[in-house]
């Protein structure tokens, strides 16, 4: 049942209520669509993963992918998702008529993404993928590329990846080895290898379509001299089949969790013909790919929110049925046991998860809108909204990845014993759940670019425009006096922020550079906790003025719970921000001056 891991009361409220997504009709690129065609999506989307994905969920942890002699074999649930998402529009659909989309808003699709996910992040991921690779040759790719990869991967027949990850490289792509050779065929020759690649080999597509960097013979040493390439598992030839194309996947990794899709190593060239198509121009190719990363790394932050959020609900529905205990001024040890939801701290467990859950999804939902008013909004605005949603991507990362363990953890905790045990999905939850602070950049590289490069951009117009958006939603919030008091605590939390921000940055101005830097991550969850308060904020008045609208709101319950959440969030979260201030305020550069050799015994 939908509501065993999501609420689409609470999909609908940000929607229709919060994001006014109606209104993005009225603009020429979505004019073709309504409210009515919005539902019938949600809907869709939603029969989809209550009926196929969820049932599959843990039987694709217990029968993960395996690997024979360069094959991988993964669930029969994969191919019939792919052909099923091909089928119905899915994968293209946020692509333009002329390349087979249907040019639906990114924030509809960012919701049934978060519904697939919820239902079995594994499963969701085939998918999503082929989207990204797909849309990055749909923009920078040549029209024969276009015209022999995109339809496929549109209909659900090919899967798409993204290969970046070396094994001496890392995260670091300045040390990226694979090498591209020229010829006078129209295509390079490529040697390389490649590891941790999503989907980079499976059973259940007919060919895998990977989107791959590599350096061009002669090109400029570190990211000015990367190139994007089309290097497909099997290669189409001039006769219309497929031939293969010198890519083996040498292996699988055995993980802690998210076990149903393979992340693959992949060899290229052991037999000098590896043919790899050159996407846009040459050196240019880290540029195109942040397209896709800069949308994945929102995109791992709507995971890490899918996930905590299906452990929400499955800890909500065990606290209701679950009889355990009395109250605690109860004297009589006669008297029956009552549901754990109703002891103070089950509920306080249950409202730490929601707020979490709830305020990540708010925060997703309106990256998602930046991004389609990047792409199709008034001209005159667009440039203010790619700012702001430079600045908050990677919030929109990081925050739902790190505080959904936490969050999911939680929700086990509230089952006690039960929690720990594979009887009940929260311990899968939990396990899967832990990959998206690594997944496309750690949460050390997110902090590293919100303070080193998101803050400063532009003059700190980036910060600005944050600070101009989230002070506007305050005074609104003052209006209403159930949350004025809200509003004076984000208020006061902001001037701090800005007191914070201007001292890091005046170390950097200082030549200290490395102090500046130190405790990025620490600034960021700093940041973080300030940007869901906003959410929230958000979200409570758009409830205060639904309950005074109409005082027998058959939703009043909705509604209060929102006010109430908001409340929880306020003076448990935001009081945190106190901390780290304080610890930022000092920066004495601590981590960055100690001497590596003081971890010796």
Same mark, same amino acid.
């Given at each position: ?20 997504? &109606? ?21 869709t989307g939603l029969r989809l993963g209550a009926d196929e994905l969820f049932p599959v969920l843990a039987q694709m942890d217990k029968e993960a992918p395996t690997f024979n002699a ?5 669930? *029969?649930?994969?191919? $019939? ?69 995109? *339809? ?7 899967? /798409? ?6 094994? @001496? ?19 390079? =020759? !490529?040697?390389?290898? %490649? ?21 061009? &013979? ?10 994007? +390439? ?6 189409p030839t001039a006769g219309g089949g497929l031939e293969p194309n010198d890519v083996l996947c040498t292996g699988i990794y055995h993980k802690l969790g998210y076990r149903g899709a ?8 052991? @037999? /000098? ?44 529905? #065990? ?13 009589? *040890? ?12 089950? %509920?306080?467990? !249950? ?65 006690? /014993? #039960? ?7 929260? $311990? ?11 997944? $496309?950049?750690?949460? /050390? ?12 951009? @532009? ?6 425009? +944050? ?28 001037? @701090?922020? &800005? ?12 030549? %200290? ?33 639904? =309950? ?9 319950? +909705? ?9 929880? +969030?306020?003076? #448990? ?29």
């Amino acid at each position: 049942m939908a509501e065993d891991f999501v609420s689409m009361r609470n999909i609908e409220f940000l929607l229709y209520e919060v994001l006014d997504a &109606e209104s993005l009709c009225e603009l020429p690129y979505f004019s073709e669509h309504d409210r009515e065609i919005f539902d019938m999506v949600l809907e869709t989307g939603l029969r989809l993963g209550a009926d196929e994905l969820f049932p599959v969920l843990a039987q694709m942890d217990k029968e993960a992918p395996t690997f024979n002699a360069g094959t991988v074999t993964v669930a *029969p649930v994969v191919r $019939e998702l792919l052909q099923a998402c091909g089928e119905g529009g899915w994968i293209g659909a946020h692509a333009s008529f002329e390349l087979g989309g249907q040019q639906l808003p990114d924030t509809l699709l960012t919701m049934v993404r978060f519904i697939l996910g919820a239902a079995n992040y594994s499963a969701s991921v085939y998918p999503v993928l082929t989207t990204g690779a797909a849309q990055l040759i749909g923009s920078f790719g040549s029209q024969e590329l276009i015209d022999t990869y995109v *339809p496929p991967m549109f209909e659900g027949q090919w899967q /798409g990846t993204m290969a970046m990850t070396e094994p @001496q490289a890392g995260s670091s792509l300045t040390d990226l080895e694979t090498r591209a050779a020229r010829t006078d065929q129209g295509y390079f =020759l !490529l040697t390389g290898q %490649k590891i941790f690649i999503s989907c980079g080999e499976h059973d259940g597509a007919d060919n895998i379509v990977n989107l791959m960097l590599a350096r061009i &013979e002669g090109a400029p040493a570190g990211v000015k001299g990367i190139s994007l +390439f089309v290097v497909p598992k099997l290669r189409p030839t001039a006769g219309g089949g497929l031939e293969p194309n010198d890519v083996l996947c040498t292996g699988i990794y055995h993980k802690l969790g998210y076990r149903g899709a393979p992340i693959t190593q992949l060899e290229m060239g052991e @037999q /000098g013909d590896c043919r790899a198509w050159l996407v846009g121009e040459e050196n240019h190719g880290l540029r195109y790919m942040f397209q896709m990363m800069n949308e994945a790394r929102v995109g791992v932050g709507l995971g890490g929110t899918a996930i905590a959020t299906a452990a929400y609900y499955a800890s909500l529905k #065990y606290a209701r049925e679950r009889h355990q205990g009395r109250p605690v001024a109860g004297k009589d *040890p006669a008297a029956p046991q009552v549901p754990i939801i109703e002891h103070a701290d089950v %509920k306080r467990m !249950l409202l730490f998860q929601r707020a979490i859950v709830e305020g990540s999804l708010s925060l997703i939902a309106y990256c998602a809108k930046l991004i389609d008013l990047t792409h199709a909004g008034p001209e005159e605005g667009r440039a203010e909204h790619a700012l702001l949603l430079d600045f908050l991507t990677p919030i929109a990362k990081t925050y739902p990845s790190e505080m959904g363990i936490l969050s999911v953890s939680t929700g086990l905790q509230c089952l006690g /014993g #039960y929690g720990y045990c594979d009887e009940f999905p929260l $311990e899968q939850y939990y396990r899967d759940a832990r990959i998206h602070p690594i997944h $496309e950049g750690t949460t /050390g590289i997110q902090g590293m670019d919100l303070l080193g490069r998101k803050v400063t951009m @532009q003059k700190g117009a980036a910060l600005a425009l +944050f600070l101009t958006r989230v002070k506007e939603t305050i005074a609104e919030a003052e209006t209403h006096e159930a949350i004025a008091s809200e509003a004076k605590r984000l208020s006061d939390a902001l001037a @701090q922020l &800005e007191q914070v921000t201007g001292r890091l940055v005046s170390l950097a101005g200082e030549g %200290k550079v490395e102090v500046f830097l130190a405790d990025a991550t620490l600034y960021l969850e700093y940041v973080g906790i300030i940007t869901i308060a906003w959410q929230w904020l958000s979200q409570t008045i758009v409830s205060e003025a639904a =309950l005074a609208q109409d005082a027998d709101n058959p939703d009043a319950n +909705f509604y209060l719970g929102k006010r109430t959440t908001c409340h929880y +969030f306020f003076r #448990y979260e935001l009081p945190k921000c106190a901390g780290l201030a304080t610890r930022l305020l000092e920066a004495d550069g601590l981590t960055a001056t100690m001497d590596p050799a003081l971890f010796e015994d």
